[in-house]
Structures are given as structure tokens and as C-alpha cells.
């Protein structure tokens, strides 16, 4: 512990975001970061505690408290107050294979069971983070480090998220010959095309690829196993495949006027956003425009939230989030006592934007659509809401909705956006290995373990645990890999935290 005052001595710092009505001109990231002589002085605000719940990554109340990659992160702050920045860079990747992708897009679960949080303001672990991944790269220790000795073995991993590139970088390190196959025209799943420019521009993905490339691992882009090559065909040319394919089956909204144009599922829309930006900076004109429009977004999630950054960008009329869930509190409940995560009111940048440009929070809570309604001729002109009314059941404790009689309300809208959550892996993909699946339509292993039930075939990620958080999915990766590689060599020395 460099400084045991410095949580005392000094404030939290964070770096600036450009101005709401500013950022929403561009498509790029919008954060000044601290120079290092102020990002020191955040690290020796960490207290190096002696139960250090930041790197925990426990399940308190249902959810996680803590980092679930078990990040050293005292002492990576530590090194970063001293000034030892490659040391801290080892020190990180030693258990989070991606942290220029966490210290974008994480939402700091080590921030939130951070001990300084308890009675004032949390380390700012998160930028400490980022500054040592792009002191890394600045300085050049970030660069490729290929395997010395090849064991023989190959690995086909199916899916190129992050569950998928934690598993490969790993399986690679330990030299077996890893192939990843993606069937989009650009590696990175989610991080390339679910995660706007915004809050992860894709030099940074591609950037990190280049490297996993210069180490030896092979990517196959375009390529849909289950449709344009055959598990079968896997299965034979390699000893071991790893399926990570995400959870991108999308939940749809059953209402009257549901069918017919000017509706679309948000993780479509972010996409086709995305390659146009990507391909021709939106010269091509695909992608669903929605400047000009009344904008309804189903869903209060993370997804919907990057769906209202995106619309404003491009110049939308309005936009409004339906939520059905009633508005979280702005401080922490009696319930919710530190360390168990916040389950607070976050306003999250798209909606800052949104205040900002049309002077009020774009959410309405506990409401759903009872009717998408259209025009003589089926075109999409609004969409019927009705509010609800939540009540816990005496005998389950189970909360339950009904409709407010009375209640319904007409907002205009030409576009709606549906972000209500994934509902777990793509059946053709499951069909295609003959892995079995579970209640949740999850890929179906033991508790705890990443093998399937078809021989040889291993499982990571949103496909295998659900729709999660990327630092999830990293975790997964590592987790299936040392799988992978126990299974191949008879023991295995991956490390995994």
C-alpha cells in the first residue's frame, strides 16, 4: 500500500465527457482522460484492504459483487500510484485477457463493492484500468507474444465475442492451434457490432485482433457453422470445439399490428448501424435511418439505452423508453446494503443526451404496449401503451403486473426499436452440434462445467449462462478453455484467476 492516506488525501477523478449536445454530432468515443500524474494519484486512493471485495466477484442478493474475473486490482492500483505501469500491466493481465474492452464498456462491478464507496467516493479502478492497458500499447509491452512450443492439437472455437476470443487467446497461449470462425464479414461479435462506435470504437477491437493474429490464431470470417459448413465437418478436422455463439435470439413483442413495416429488434438496428458507419461512414444508406422520426424503444436495458444514443445521433424528431419495471431508487435501499450491487436509478449517456436535446428523461416506467397502431394504408404511426401496476404475491413473495384500467396512452411513433432481452442461443447452431439445451434454451452442461453433452464439443459465454456482461463472458472464455485443455493434455495450467 504506497500511500495509506491517499483515500484521504485525494478526491476521485474520472475523465471528462465531452458535452451531451457536442458528442451526439459524432459517432466516436467522447472522453478526455486524466494525464498520468493525476491517474497516480487515483491508485493511491486504493486502500489495499484486507478483504478486498473488489475482486471478488460474489453472488450477494443474486447478483455480483465484485469483479468475476478476480482482477489483483489493489494491486495493480498500487503499482499505478508508484508509478510501475508495465508491473501493473502484468499484474492485469494475468487474469482479464481484454482490458481495453472492460475499461470501456464494464459497468465496474469492482467500483460498486469498492470499500472507499462505503463511506464516500470508490477508487477509480475502472480509469486506472484504462490507463494501464493504453500505457501498455503506447509503450509497446503490449504487443504480440507467440507461443514457443506448438502441442499438435487444434481447436475450432465457434463465435468471435468475447466468450469466444478469451477462449481462443487462451487455448493459444498454451500453443494449441486455435481457428475462430465468425459469420459476420468483421471478428468481435458483440464488441464489433452490438456495442456502438461511441462507447467501443472498433480500432480498439480491431487493434487486439491484429495482435491474436501476429500470435498465431486463425480467423475465418463469413462463415455461419449451421448453415454454410456443417458441424459435422468441425467435429472431424478438429480435436476439440468450443461453441460461443452468444445469445442473440431476440424477444419479440406480441401485440395487434406487430406485423408490417417500421419495426425492428434493436440488435439488427445497432448492427446494420454499425457496418454502414464502418463500411461507408452511412454513404451506402444501409441501415435504418431514423432522422426525422418519433422513435418508441421497448426496452430500459443497456441495449435500449445504446438504441437512444444512436437515434439521436442520427437526428431523430423524439424518442421515448418503455419500461416495464417500476424506476429504481436513487439511493441505495435499506434492503441493499454495500457490498451487494446498487440496484439504483442509473442514467446512462444516451438518456443524458436525450434531457439534454429534449429536456426530459426519454424513460416512462412501468408501462407496456398493448397495440402498435397503423395507418389505412399499414403504415406504422404510433404505438398504444398501457401503465401497470406491480404487486408482490403473499404466498411466493413474487412480484406480478396488471394493467391499470384506464391507463392507456398514444405516443407517436414511425420507428420502434425492440430491446427486450435475448432469449438464448439460435436453434439451428444447437440443432446443428445435437447439444442439448436447457429450460432457458441456454447450451446444457453440469453446474459449474463447460462440457456439452456431445463429445468434445465445450460451451462459454451468453450461449452457455445467458445473456450477460462482457466481463461475464471473459470469464467463461478462460473458464472453457482450461476445460478445453485439461481435456487435451490430461492436466492443465491455465490460469483462469
Not at 486490482?73 to 508508484?82: A, G, H, Q, S
Not at 469498492?114 to 477508487?123: A, F, I, M, R, S
Not at 419495471?325 to 446512462?348: E, G, I, S
Not at 398501457?386 to 384506464?406: F, H, N, Q
Request: proline content about 5%.
Amino acid at each position: 500500500m504506497g500511500k495509506p492516506t491517499g483515500f484521504i488525501d485525494y478526491e476521485r477523478k474520472v475523465s471528462k465527457a465531452e458535452s451531451p449536445k457536442s458528442r451526439v454530432k459524432h459517432f466516436n468515443e467522447f472522453h478526455t482522460h486524466l494525464p498520468q500524474s493525476e491517474q497516480r494519484l487515483q491508485g493511491a486512493r486504493c486502500m489495499e484492504c484486507g478483504v478486498p471485495f473488489c475482486q471478488s466477484g460474489m453472488m450477494l442478493g443474486g447478483m455480483a459483487s465484485g469483479c468475476p474475473l478476480h482482477n489483483l486490482v489493489p494491486e495493480w492500483n498500487d503499482l499505478v500510484y508508484t508509478g510501475n505501469w508495465k508491473e501493473a500491466y502484468n499484474r492485469l493481465k494475468k487474469t482479464n485477457n481484454f482490458p481495453e474492452f472492460t475499461s470501456r464498456v464494464c459497468p465496474a462491478l469492482c467500483e460498486n463493492a469498492c470499500t472507499c464507496g462505503l463511506n464516500g467516493d470508490p477508487v477509480a479502478t475502472k480509469e486506472n484500468e484504462y490507463a494501464i492497458i493504453e500505457k501498455a500499447y503506447e509503450e509497446g509491452y503490449a504487443a504480440a507474444r507467440p507461443p514457443k512450443v506448438r502441442t499438435g492439437k487444434k481447436v475450432a472455437v465457434v463465435g468471435s465475442g468475447p466468450a469466444g476470443l478469451a477462449a481462443a487467446d487462451q487455448l493459444n497461449k498454451r500453443g494449441h492451434t486455435v481457428t475462430v470462425f465468425e459469420r459476420y464479414d468483421r471478428v468481435g461479435g458483440l464488441l464489433m457490432y452490438g456495442i456502438p462506435n461511441m462507447k467501443l470504437e472498433k480500432g480498439i477491437v480491431e487493434r487486439k485482433i491484429k495482435i491474436m493474429e501476429e500470435e498465431g490464431v486463425l480467423f475465418v470470417t463469413n462463415t455461419d457453422i449451421g448453415k454454410d459448413m456443417k458441424a459435422d465437418k468441425l467435429l472431424k478436422e478438429y480435436d476439440r470445439v468450443v461453441l460461443a455463439c452468444g445469445s442473440s435470439n431476440p424477444r419479440d413483442i406480441k401485440a395487434p399490428g406487430r406485423e408490417g413495416d417500421g419495426i425492428y429488434f434493436a440488435v439488427d438496428f445497432l448492427k446494420g448501424n454499425t457496418k454502414s458507419l464502418l463500411d461507408s461512414g452511412f454513404a451506402d444508406k444501409k441501415y435504418i435511418n431514423t432522422k426525422g422520426k418519433d422513435v418508441v424503444i421497448i426496452g430500459g436495458g443497456d441495449t435500449g439505452n445504446d438504441c437512444v444514443g444512436t437515434v439521436i445521433r442520427h437526428g431523430c424528431k423524439s424518442v421515448t423508453q418503455i419500461e416495464m419495471m417500476p424506476k429504481a431508487p436513487d439511493v441505495r435501499a435499506d434492503d441493499n446494503p454495500w457490498p451487494q450491487w446498487p440496484k439504483v436509478c442509473k442514467t446512462d449517456y444516451g438518456q443524458e443526451e436525450a434531457i439534454a436535446l429534449f429536456g426530459h428523461d426519454p424513460r416512462i416506467y412501468e408501462a407496456t404496449v398493448k397495440e402498435f397502431l397503423r395507418d389505412k394504408n399499414g403504415k406504422l404511426k404510433g404505438v398504444k401503451i398501457v401503465r401497470l401496476a406491480w404487486e408482490k404475491d403473499k404466498g411466493t413473495g413474487r412480484m406480478s403486473s396488471k394493467e391499470i384500467p384506464g391507463s392507456e396512452q398514444v405516443l407517436d411513433a414511425q420507428i420502434v426499436l425492440i430491446a427486450a432481452g435475448f432469449l438464448g442461443s439460435e436453434k439451428y447452431v444447437t440443432d446443428a452440434f445435437s447439444v442439448e439445451r436447457n429450460e432457458r434454451t441456454n447450451v446444457k452442461t453440469a453446474p459449474g462445467e463447460y462440457r456439452t453433452n456431445v463429445e468434445n464439443v465445450f460451451t462459454a459465454g451468453d450461449m452457455h449462462r445467458g445473456q450477460s456482461l462482457v466481463v461475464w463472458a471473459i470469464q467463461e472464455g478462460r473458464e472453457a478453455a482450461r476445460a478445453v485443455d485439461e481435456s487435451l493434455m490430461g492436466y492443465t495450467n491455465l490460469e483462469t484467476q
